[in-house]
């Protein structure tokens, strides 16, 4: 059997059967709870057909959704899915969001290149969660592991901050924008560990303004044990 909570789900649905898969999501979700199924989804996101994506996407339910969610976006190179993505990347249900990112993820292990695109592009976007989306995806460290992925990584949480300065001051309030400066409030950490010399540059920057929402921002990553480690 293997150890590994996602290893041991791919094989669980491989013996159950595919018939049978959406009764176990519904029986192996964690909600209502504190935590859904990580594990489940992220197997599902490696297995599930486009009919099966299609039937949970479509479901109403929010365990199912997300599963579906992370599913399509493991398939974020197919024509068609990055506007679904989209969609489902401001869905009002934090999870249906946090699902989109896990897909992206699990396409960017075999083609960070073309995920790289998809986040740089999303980065700028004038929707904050849209922007979260794209620094959350690629702000992971078991994806920053050389020199280029960690720069992209730099580069999305720059593209990011710098369109979050440009949103009007009243409109900081709103929870959109605040749900992209908690993202950015740890995925600057994750960026600047994964190559700290030219991390720790990009990061001084944000040191030099007078903005707020930064300041916030740079105490939030400072308070990090990743980043406390890099700066005494």
Known sequence: MPTNPVDRWKAELAQVGRERWPELVDANSGLPGPRAN?????????????????????????????????????????PGVTARLRSLATDARWRVREGVVMGMQVAAETDFELVES??????????????????????????LVSPSAAAAAIKACSISTAALVAVPGASRRSPAVRTLRQA?????????????????????????????????????????????????
């Open 38 to 78: 990580t594990s489940l989804a992220t197997a599902l996101s490696h297995l599930a057909d486009p009919p099966l994506i299609e039937e949970f996407l479509d479901s109403g339910d929010e365990y199912r959704t997300f599963c579906g969610a992370a599913a399509l976006g493991a398939r974020v190179g197919e």
């Open 118 to 143: 998809v986040v740089l592009e999303w980065a700028c976007d004038a929707d904050p969660l849209i922007a979260r989306a794209a620094v959350a995806t690629i702000c992971e460290p078991r994806l």
């Open 184 to 232: 950015l409030g740890y995925c600057w950490s994750v960026a600047v560990a994964a190559d700290p010399e030219p991390g720790l540059a990009a990061f001084g920057e944000l040191q030099r303004g007078d903005d707020p929402d930064i300041a916030w921002i740079v105490r939030s990553n400072l308070s990090k044990k990743r980043m406390a480690r890099l700066v005494g």
